[in-house]
């Protein structure tokens, strides 16, 4: 099993919807989430972090996390076509610092 | 400001062959990581310093790998010799508290 799973899509989404995209972790110890946006050829770009169970917005983006479900998601608002592209869940224990990452799931925004 | 930078963009070099790719935090970071993605992977850890000194390093493949970071600025990650399965894209993060990291545009590695 991976430690960090998301589904690697393409997740088609129309232009204007919302865009769920979703991530499940095996390491009860992990205490902090986080999702990065990477284009293609491009560095991964921060989008949010997220730590206690609940909702976090951002603008458009809201992050959610379940940690009795080991799940965390990102919801994208009124999704637009420059949201295209492979998003990272990426999370971290307390006791060191590195990042464990998922595989990222692409999204495609259709006009 | 500048972010993280890191050069060369992209290298190919043969079999056997050593590498040294370099890393320029933000300036004022004093975590800096390394990470690597091979082909159809999802993104690993290499290593992590804190200032000049190695916090973590479990992540590094083998003894082919030597990350530096002398006087706490930039780094450097030497793989000598290089092996195929050494073909990947490394990332270069900095962070100021350990916590955001901020990635580099990465060097794309192509051993031949």
């Known amino acids: 099993q991976k430690e960090v799973e998301q589904n690697s899509g393409p997740l088609s989404v129309p232009e204007g919807a919302i865009a769920s995209l979703n991530c499940t972790y095996s390491d009860r110890g992990s205490q902090s989430f986080f999702w990065y946006r990477q284009y293609s050829g491009k560095s991964p770009e921060l989008i949010m972090f997220?730590?206690s169970n609940g909702d976090k917005e951002d603008g458009r983006f809201t992050a959610q996390l379940n940690k009795a479900s080991q799940y965390v998601s990102l919801l994208i608002r009124d999704s637009q076509p420059s949201d295209s592209a492979t998003y990272l869940c990426a999370v971290k224990t307390d006791s060191n610092y590195q990042l464990i990452w998922g595989a990222g799931t692409k999204l495609i925004i259709k006009p | 400001e500048a972010g993280v930078t890191q050069f060369p963009s992209h290298s190919v070099i043969e079999k056997g062959q050593t590498v040294t790719l370099r890393c320029d935090p933000i300036?004022?970071?004093?975590?800096l990581y390394w990470y690597r993605r091979v082909m159809g992977k999802e993104i690993k850890f290499l290593l992590h310093?804190?200032?000049?000194?190695?916090?973590?390093e479990s992540g590094m493949p083998n003894n082919r790998f030597l990350a530096e970071r002398t006087g706490g600025t930039y780094s450097t990650l030497k793989v000598q010799p290089a092996e195929l399965e050494d073909s990947g894209v490394y990332f270069c993060a900095s962070s100021p508290s350990g916590y955001e990291a901020f990635f580099g545009q990465g060097t794309r590695l192509t051993v031949v």
């Open positions: 997220i730590y």
């Open positions: 300036s004022g970071h004093d975590n």
């Open positions: 310093f804190v200032k000049e000194s190695k916090q973590d």
